[in-house]
Nanobody, 126 residues
């Protein structure tokens, strides 16, 4: 079973940057892809970015394209989300996610996720 653990959230002014990290032991052996999702109170959880381990291919929500970058370090079992040019509307709880392994793969839909981290808060002030 994969247990993602996030870190790196915090508060920043608009235009600033943050980097989120997600550690999941042996994710290369257990999953095909990992990603980041976010949620604000009263709204549905939404996909932000996904990375596929084998190819390194990435997928992004339109709202973050050109500003956010997802990457992976297979030696450290860590997935990162570099967030630049942050906007107040990026304020949310950010969750790391993993697929269920075998033939499964993440998409930007929360229904594709098998494992969730506990979340890390990102707050962007104007």
């Amino acid at each position: 079973q994969v247990q993602p653990v996030e870190s790196g959230g915090g508060s920043v002014q608009a235009g600033g940057s943050l980097r989120l990290s997600c550690v999941a032991s042996d994710y290369i052996l257990s999953t095909n892809s990992m990603g980041w999702f976010r949620q604000t109170p009263g709204k549905e959880r939404e996909g932000v970015a996904v990375i596929y381990h084998g190819s390194g291919t990435t997928s992004y929500a339109d709202s973050v394209k050109g500003r956010f970058t997802i990457s992976q370090d297979n030696v450290k079992n860590t997935v990162y989300l570099q967030m630049n040019s942050l906007k107040p509307e990026d304020t949310a709880m950010y969750y790391c996610a993993a697929d269920g392994g075998r033939g499964t793969r993440l998409t930007l839909r929360p229904s594709s996720v098998s494992y969730w981290g506990q979340g890390t808060q990102v707050t962007v002030s104007s």
